[in-house]
């Protein structure tokens, strides 16, 4: 039998390639993965990457996201069919209308977005940085999208702007109720409760923290308590286990676990090296004005 983590440490050096994985990914990839984090540092080490090959073990906006930061480099997505609903509830063509109700307020597009609607947007975010990109910009009025669930979290902690929102929403965040956060607090007293803001608005507001998935584990890491419910996927539970043994973390809601980012395996990373699969390929046209709306949220954060 193929040892696959020896075998990946041998074809990585071969490809001269480098692993990136998101903290949503199984332990089984983070533990070959050379980076691990949140969207916002993964495309930060995807644009300064010194290697041939980066495989990016995640969802298809991620990857592609890599691609259009390093465009000479060959991109791998191990799982051609890891995509992102949120992503893939908006359109060029959707956003291109709404832009035309909306002439001249510029827009700023979630990192959880196709390459298209990067390319019509003015400048990128993430859940880590969102804040800090809405309120770095000059104008009253400004269009966000996808997530209508992160833009009325960045509406609330920036009351002078007027966000025009889409109405997208992370299908995994959204099975979380209000309901089930009062029922965590009746049954964890002393716990802290960690919440990602692509939760509803009657859920985040209920939060004791409200952060990216590194924000959540960076929180969980410092904090001088020891119980933590956590409200996003179930990868920040594992590793947040593993790394903090003597803390304990409860899921929110069983619902928690993203479809998408499981599909991912350590065979799916030895085939994706070995074969050279699943080549990330993005227009020219879109890499130019995608790379731009990223290069501004980058010298932003
Ligand atoms: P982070 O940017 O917090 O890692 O989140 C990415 C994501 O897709 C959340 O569902």
Redo the contacts with the bound molecule.
């Keep these: 039998m193929v040892d696959l983590t020896m075998e990946i440490q041998r074809l990585k050096q071969d490809r001269n390639a480098v692993i990136l994985a ?3 990914q199984l332990d089984e990839v983070q533990r070959v993965a050379d980076y691990v984090g ?3 540092y993964l495309s930060k080490v995807a644009a300064n990457s010194k290697q041939d090959v980066i495989v990016f073990c995640g969802v298809r906006f991620m990857a592609e996201t890599a691609k259009i930061l390093s465009p000479t480099k060959t991109v791998l997505l191990p799982e051609k069919d890891a995509g ?1 609903p949120l992503a893939e509830m908006i359109t060029a063509e959707g956003l291109r209308a709404l832009k035309s109700k909306h002439p001249g307020v510029p827009v700023v597009c979630y ?2 977005s196709s390459a298209e609607v990067k390319a019509q947007s003015d400048i990128c975010c ?3 940085n969102a804040v800090k990109i809405v309120a770095s910009l000059p104008d009253h009025k400004v269009i966000f999208v996808p997530d209508e669930n992160l833009g009325d979290y960045v509406a609330k902690q920036v009351p002078d702007k007027e966000l025009i929102l889409w109405k997208g929403h ?1 299908v ?2 959204a099975k979380v109720k209000a309901e089930d956060v009062k029922q965590v607090r009746e049954l964890y007293k002393a716990a802290k409760i960690l919440i ?1 803001p ?1 939760c509803n608005p009657a859920v985040v507001r209920l939060a004791d923290f409200v952060g ?3 924000e959540i584990i960076r929180y969980a890491e410092e904090s001088e308590k020891t119980t933590f419910v956590i409200g ?2 179930m990868g920040v539970v594992c590793t947040l286990r593993e790394t903090l043994p003597n803390k304990e973390f409860f899921l929110l809601h069983p619902g928690l676990v ?1 479809p998408n980012m499981k599909k991912t395996r350590l065979e799916s990373v030895y085939q994706a090296l070995r074969n050279h699969q699943y080549e990330i390929d993005v227009e020219e046209e879109h890499i130019v004005l995608a790379q731009r709306t990223l290069q501004r949220m980058l010298e932003v954060v």
């Design positions: 998101h903290n949503y949140d969207s916002l992102c990192i959880n993430t859940s880590a992370c995994t965040h990602h692509e990216s998935t590194s996003t996927e993203c």
